[in-house]
């Protein structure tokens, strides 16, 4: 039995043998395409290749390519875990022909692959073709020698690919390995069209043949291409005589960890085996993703991978699983892949560390989502009502995180069904809004991409004086015009700039293009589609296309951005140094005011993490040390230990720029000298902006200087003020914080004694409930210590009854329940808070003899006290 590892080496060494070369997976995270969400196939990395956008030193390529499906149309997510051949995370074995070989070569590559190199019996093996591609077929009967009754002739819907509703397109032919038999019992005979799963699609050769147009037309490339994909998990279920994917070396070794944990043997219970699938499976796809830098949070990305492992949670919780564990799987994950993939073995310790993380806080979620559907299953219940309906399922699916299966089996437990219907139109409607960002993010690529065609020529490294450049394009108004003139705003692009276009984090150049008394001001410079378009407004005279003018760029601007530039580079090296390599640049902004950072990290960065940084950022400073910038081949520059940034997409020749000795890194920004030019550096902030991401803000040079003016010219007025010399200032705060502290305990106790003198009142108003004693009672503000001392008088005074008292506090609001003994087993006091506290827009729990909540809006205090008492009485006619 061939391992997994020996299978994906065997598959790449291949294709390498014949002319194709072996490129590394892209990241999960898919660079420049706003129409994905994650990766989702070989072809993604090469899509601009395809489009013609984009060349190569190779025209022959083989990929072993991660990939996710959990969104759109590539969507297996609601079937991972009961289906045994379906994952959220999995890997894409291809090739791939750029204009080099055509339909012939690919068939018979895949044929004799499948059937000489990886031995499987060529009688298990059946074809799909297109149904009009007589040369697809003719291939495979004529050179192949395939008998004609194992082809099947499919329509457009099985067998044409397209990358979109224009664009290139193309029939397909799939090879499908027949198992002999249906797992399903009493199954009779069938053919690969049937879903019972006997039949399984291995591999699908792609022909990209021709260009689709708007309405409908195709028209032949000139250069047909080859696209294929073949399910890695799928061809070593075959290769090591396996009947599903789970059964494999890739899974199985995560289903041991799993039954472990849960101290359940798989195989035992069909339901505990969905489970089990499903966490194993995410957590696979959890640990890939992380490494990949993409953590949980409440962006599009980050909520995906959220989801599911709060799905994984979930499913550990049926397995009575209620401490963290899908981090210890995922470190099985690691020792599985580490050698394919040596991300998941560097990233190990930070991907257990945002995993537990993330764990951890859902805990809380999650008990909350299962009290939620508790408290609506017994309202429903008691109000005569067997259904669920759609909208309160959707909320607890996507507010409350619970899967619908999962809603499913705890509503069966209550009697009662859940409107599916209703909660199908809910997730459409969801759905319906996702395909219109994604349609709206389509759309905004397809316009960057054809405003202007061609490239500029960016001429502004070492920039010092205006460039002499030619106008070859002009946009007014969204369309093309050949003259724009004065009090006019567009775009216009030269053909040669030595102006910034944004990328990189790097915002883009301001200045002025002029000539013959004519003159614009250029507003920004941004990319559409590989042209440097210049953002304009025209101050004096006309300028058209043709015409010569001089660019000059606003040089103090571009030399205070490139400060920023240079120490954002120091800043990275440095985080890595103080804190781990597991940091991983999550964004940037390079402005010439301002610099900001988001890196990933699990933990806020101490006083002392970040005098540390500074420090190690500073020094490089003033060391002076001059920049080294190269070009070179992308290999040699990774070879080189040259640092690739998250989220950016890089070409064959690279341009790497290094502070010897301390930072080197992938860049195509403008940068100083030598770093003494950048003078000094400060860092303004750390903060958290996502889930395992952190952002720094930092000044640099003058605007550093600035900030140190401005702070010394506070100190210098509190010493003025206050009288004191500047090392007594801390403890003139100090003392003052005290005597404000001291103030405020005495206005809370004045405030507690002045409710103790009127508790007789306070108890005069009781109401008898059901023949129990009910206090309701809204306060005057007070803090939290104070309202259970009242609290605990109050029910002292009642010997046997029910004390709700609220407060407000800052705006916000404050609850407290107190029930006595003898009733609190029929009336808990956490019962009555979780039904009031979200009148108030809160929530809280705590014991059946005293309950707390919090709620952010006070002024709904007194209806969220009255309603108390109906409360009481719904609990006590149970």
Avoid at 7 to 29: C, M, Q, T, W
Avoid at 127 to 150: F, K
Avoid at 641 to 647: D, H, I, P
Wanted: glycine residues 10%; hydrophobic residues 40%; aromatic residues 8%.
């Amino acid at each position: 039995m061939k391992s997994s590892d020996e299978i994906r080496d065997a598959f790449l060494k291949y294709f390498e043998r014949n002319g194709h070369r072996i490129v590394p997976s892209s990241s999960l995270i898919p660079f420049n395409d706003p129409t994905l969400l994650f990766t989702n196939a070989g072809m993604n990395q090469f899509k601009d290749v395809f489009l013609g956008n984009e060349e190569r030193p190779y025209r022959r390529a083989t990929t072993s390519q991660k990939c996710m499906r959990v969104s759109g149309k590539h969507n297996d997510f609601r079937d991972v875990g009961h289906s045994t051949r379906h994952h959220t995370f999995f890997e894409m074995l291809g090739n791939f022909s750029f204009g080099d070989y055509f339909k012939s070569e690919a068939i018979r590559f895949a044929w004799e692959l499948v059937t000489r190199d990886f031995g499987v019996d060529p009688a298990r093996l059946w074809i799909t073709v297109y149904q009009e591609d007589d040369e697809a077929w003719h291939c495979w009967r004529d050179e192949i020698g395939i008998l004609s009754e194992r082809i099947l002739r499919l329509c457009e819907e099985d067998n044409f690919w397209a990358m979109g509703e224009t664009g290139p397109c193309g029939p397909c032919s799939e090879l499908h390995y027949d198992f002999g038999s249906s797992p399903l019992p009493d199954h009779g005979d069938c053919d690969l069209t049937c879903s019972c799963g006997r039949w399984i699609e291995i591999w699908n050769l792609v022909f990209m043949q021709f260009n689709r147009d708007s309405d409908g037309k195709m028209t032949p490339l000139p250069s047909p291409s080859i696209d294929t994909g073949m399910g890695f998990e799928r061809i070593t279920t075959i290769l090591q005589g396996k009947q599903n994917n789970y059964e494999t070396d890739l899974f199985r070794p995560l289903l041991d960890e799993v039954s472990r944990i849960a101290n359940l043997d798989y195989g035992a219970n069909p339901q505990d085996d969905v489970s089990m699938r499903i966490i194993a499976d995410h957590a696979r796809a959890a640990a890939f993703v992380i490494a990949d830098g993409q953590y949980p949070g409440n962006d599009k990305r980050g909520y995906v991978i959220r989801k599911i492992m709060r799905r994984a949670a979930v499913h550990g919780k049926k397995l009575q699983v209620h401490e963290p564990f899908i981090y210890r799987v995922a470190g099985v994950v690691g020792d599985l892949m580490r050698r394919a993939y040596p991300e998941l073995a560097a990233t190990r310790d930070t991907i257990a560390r945002v995993i537990k993380q993330e764990e951890e806080a859902f805990a809380d979620t999650l008990d909350k989502g299962l009290r939620d559907f508790y408290d609506r299953a017994r309202r429903l219940k008691a109000g005569g009502s067997k259904v669920l309906p759609g909208a309160e399922a959707f909320y607890l699916y996507d507010t409350r995180g619970l899967p619908l299966e999962i809603i499913e089996d705890l509503a069966q437990e209550y009697g009662l069904a859940v409107d599916e219907a209703g909660f199908q139109s809910a997730l459409e409607e969801q759905r319906e809004r996702a395909r219109q960002d994604y349609l709206a993010g389509r759309v905004r690529q397809e316009v960057a991409e054809t405003v202007f065609e061609g490239s500029s020529c960016f001429v502004g490294y070492g920039y010092q004086v205006p460039v002499h450049s030619v106008i070859v394009a002009i946009l007014v108004g969204g369309e093309r015009a050949e003259s724009i003139a004065s009090g006019q705003k567009g775009e216009i692009v030269l053909d040669s700039t030595p102006f910034y276009a944004e990328s990189g984090g790097q915002v883009g150049d301001t200045g002025v293009l002029s000539g013959g008394g004519n003159k614009a001001n250029v507003l920004d410079t941004i990319y559409r589609g590989s042209a440097i378009s210049h953002v304009v407004e025209v101050t004096a005279g006309e300028l058209q296309v043709g015409d010569r003018i001089q660019a000059a760029v606003d040089l103090p601007r571009r030399e205070a951005t490139m400060r920023n530039h240079t120490a954002t580079h120091l800043m990275h090296a440095a985080l890595k140094q103080v804190l781990g390599p597991h940091v991983k640049q999550a964004g940037s902004l390079v402005a010439p005011d301002r610099l900001r950072f988001d890196f990933t990290h699990f933990a806020p960065l101490t006083a002392a993490e970040i005098e540390q940084i500074e420090n190690e950022v500073n020094a490089q400073i003033w060391r002076n040390e001059p920049l080294v910038t190269q070009v070179m081949d992308l290999d040699h520059a990774m070879q080189s230990g040259a640092v690739a940034l998250f989220g950016e997409k890089y070409q064959e020749r690279v341009r790497v720029v290094e502070v010897p000795g301390f930072s080197k890194e992938l860049c195509g920004g403008t940068h100083v000298p030598a770093t003494g030019t950048i003078g000094m550096f400060k860092i303004l902030s750390e903060t958290g902006v996502a889930a395992g991401v952190r952002r720094i803000e930092a000044l640099t040079g003058a605007a550093a200087l600035a900030r140190f003016r401005a702070d010394a010219g506070i100190l210098d007025e509190i010493q003025e003020q206050f009288r004191v010399t500047r090392q007594d200032v801390p403890a003139l705060l100090e003392k003052m914080q005290g005597q404000i502290r001291e103030l405020q305990r005495q206005i809370a106790q004045l405030r507690v004694e002045i409710v103790r003198a009127g508790l007789g009142d306070i108890v005069g108003q009781a109401r008898r409930v059901r023949g129990v004693p009910v206090i309701a009672h809204v306060l005057p503000a007070t803090d939290r210590v104070a309202m259970r001392e009242i609290a605990d008088d109050l029910k002292a005074r009642l010997g046997s009854g029910i004390v709700v008292l609220g407060t407000p506090q800052d705006g916000k609001a404050a609850l407290i329940a107190m029930v006595t003994r003898d009733l609190c087993e029929r009336i808990p006091a956490g019962k009555i808070i979780r039904e009031i506290a979200p009148i108030v827009g809160g929530s809280g729990g705590g014991k059946p003899e005293l309950a707390e909540a919090g709620g952010k809006d006070s002024s709904k205090l007194a209806d969220a006290i009255e309603r108390t008492y109906s409360v009481v009485e719904a609990l006590l006619s149970r």
